[in-house]
C-alpha cells in the first residue's frame, strides 16, 4: 500500500534487506490515494480515501465509463510511487482482490507492463484442496474459483505470469502453522502461492481494520522450523 501511513517505513526495511521481493498492493477500495484528492475526487468518500463497500465500487467500476480515466491515473500513479523508492518490483497485486474486477484488473495489467512487473497474483484457491484438508467451501468460494479463470486470462494474454494455485483466502488471518502443516501436505501440481498477514502484535487500529485476524500467529506459522522444512521438501520436489 504505497499511499499507507507506514509506507515509508516499509521502504527503508525492504532496502535493508536486498534479497526481499517486494510487491505493490494495489488500492482502489479501503486505502488512500496516491493522487491529490481534487484529481480523482469521483472516486473518494467524504474522507479522502477509497470507500469499503465493494459491491457498490465494483458497479461504479464497470457501468460508470467517466470515472475510468481518474482509475487509470490513481492505478499508475500508484505504479509510478513504487518505482520512485527505486526498490524492484517483483509483482502486483490488490488490495481485497479486487483486480479480479474486470476493470480493475485490465488497468493493473496495463500499469504492470509498463512498470516492467511480470508477475500477477490470481487469487485461485481450488476448492478440492480445502475439501481434502476437511474444509467445506461455500457457493461463494467455488464462484470465486471459477471467476478468477477471467483474471488468469488477461494476465496470459498480456504475456506476464502467475502460480497455478494461491492459499490463504478461506483462512485468512488464521493460517495457522499446524494449518500450514496439513496444506503443504496436500499441495496440488503446480505451483502455489500461500499468503500471509503476519505481525508481532495488533494495535487499536489494525483490530478495528481486522478483528478476527491472529496477526502473530501467522507471523508464528512463518518462523515454524516445520512449515519451513515442509515447504523446502515440497520445493525441491517440484523442481
Known amino acids: 500500500m504505497i499511499a499507507g501511513p507506514a509506507a515509508a517505513d516499509a521502504v527503508a526495511r525492504a532496502r535493508r534487506l536486498p534479497d526481499l521481493q517486494v510487491g505493490l498492493h494495489l488500492v482502489v477500495i479501503e486505502g488512500a490515494p496516491a493522487l491529490a484528492q481534487a484529481d480523482i475526487a469521483g472516486l473518494l468518500d467524504a474522507a479522502g480515501r477509497f470507500p469499503s463497500d465493494q459491491l457498490r465500487l465494483g458497479l461504479r467500476y464497470f457501468f460508470r465509463p467517466a470515472i475510468r480515466r481518474p482509475l487509470a491515473s490513481e492505478i499508475r500513479a500508484q505504479f509510478a510511487a513504487f518505482a520512485a523508492t527505486g526498490l524492484p518490483l517483483a509483482h502486483a497485486d490488490a488490495h ?13 495489467i496495463e500499469a504492470a507492463r509498463e512498470y516492467g512487473v511480470r508477475r500477477v497474483r490470481v487469487p485461485a484457491e481450488p476448492p478440492s484442496v480445502l475439501r481434502a484438508l476437511g474444509d467445506k467451501p461455500g457457493w461463494g468460494a467455488r464462484a470465486l474459483y471459477r471467476w478468477s ?5 488477461q494476465i496470459r494474454r498480456a504475456g506476464l505470469q502467475t502460480t497455478d494455485h494461491c492459499f490463504g483466502l478461506a483462512w485468512t488471518g488464521q493460517m495457522t502453522a499446524a494449518r500450514v502443516r496439513r496444506l503443504l501436505a496436500h499441495l496440488p501440481p503446480g505451483s502455489s502461492e500461500i499468503y500471509f498477514h503476519p505481525a508481532t502484535g495488533s494495535d487499536e487500529t489494525l483490530r478495528a481494520l481486522m478483528p478476527r485476524y491472529d496477526h502473530p500467529a501467522e507471523l508464528a506459522a512463518l518462523l515454524d522450523p516445520e512449515v519451513r522444512r515442509l515447504a523446502s521438501t515440497r520445493s525441491a520436489a517440484i523442481r
Open 149 to 153: 479463470r477471467l483474471l488468469r486470462g
Open 96 to 108: 481485497k482482490h479486487m483486480h479480479l474486477h474486470p476493470t480493475v484488473g485490465s488497468l493493473l
